[in-house]
Structures are given as C-alpha cells and as structure tokens.
Nanobody
Framework: HVQLVESGGGAVQAGGSLRLSCVAS??????????MAWFREAPGKRREGVAT???????NYVDSVKGRFTISKDNANNTMYLEMNSLQLEDTYMYYC???????????????????WGQGTQVTVS
C-alpha cells in the first residue's frame, strides 16, 4: 500500500480559502495507477467523497463542491492537492486523502473501496 500524509487544514472564515496537500510515499512508481481521492467526515456522520482524480489527471467532484474546490496532483512530487475556495460553514469536516485501484474513479464511490488512507486534517469554517 501507499502511505499518505495530509496537511494544510486549519480555521478559516466563511468565504475564505485553504489548500490541502496529500503526500504519497511507498509504491508510487510506474504502474501505480491509483485513483486518488479526498473524503471528509464529521462526528456521527458517514465519510463522504469530495473529489477524485484518476491516473490520467481527470477530476470528478460531488455537486456540493463543484465550482469551489479543485483537485490536482503533481506526479513528480507524489503530491495531491485540494484547493478550497468560497468555504462555507457546511464545509467544516475532517478531510482525508485516499488511494486505491478502482475501476471507476468517481467522487460517489464508497470509501470502503480505498485501501490507503491518511490520518486526516481538520478544516473548520466559522
């Protein structure tokens, strides 16, 4: 499995921006055609997908973040990003990055299909 470490969370006022990073290590060389994803979870709620980016760099988003969030990756540095703009109170969650070999790399794919997870980074919007 690949190891993932997130960073970039914090407290921000509504309307503000944050950029999350996810650094991958371990097996990230040729043939590591992972679907990479950002999920988020609040206490007592299920973990939900936010955005995915497939091996070809194609992004996919859930409707609630379209036009506000941008997922990207830097293959040379094994890093994935989530640029979050126009943050709303409802975006307050713990955010996790994930990786997995998925036939369908889309934001609505259940979290149970991913095999590697980061430790999470908290985003609080007030």
């Amino acid at each position: 499995h690949v190891q993932l470490v997130e960073s970039g969370g914090g407290a921000v006022q509504a309307g503000g921006s944050l950029r999350l990073s996810c650094v991958a290590s371990g097996y990230t060389g040729p043939g590591s055609n992972y679907c990479m994803a950002w999920f988020r979870e609040a206490p007592g709620k299920r973990r939900e997908g936010v955005a995915t980016i497939d091996p070809g760099g194609n992004p996919n988003y859930v409707d609630s973040v379209k036009g506000r969030f941008t997922i990207s990756k830097d293959n040379a540095n094994n890093t994935m990003y989530l640029e979050m703009n126009s943050l709303q109170l409802e975006d307050t969650y713990m955010y996790y990055c994930a990786a997995g070999f998925l036939m369908r790399c889309r934001a609505d794919v259940p979290h149970s299909l991913y095999t590697s997870w980061g430790q999470g980074t908290q985003v609080t919007v007030s």
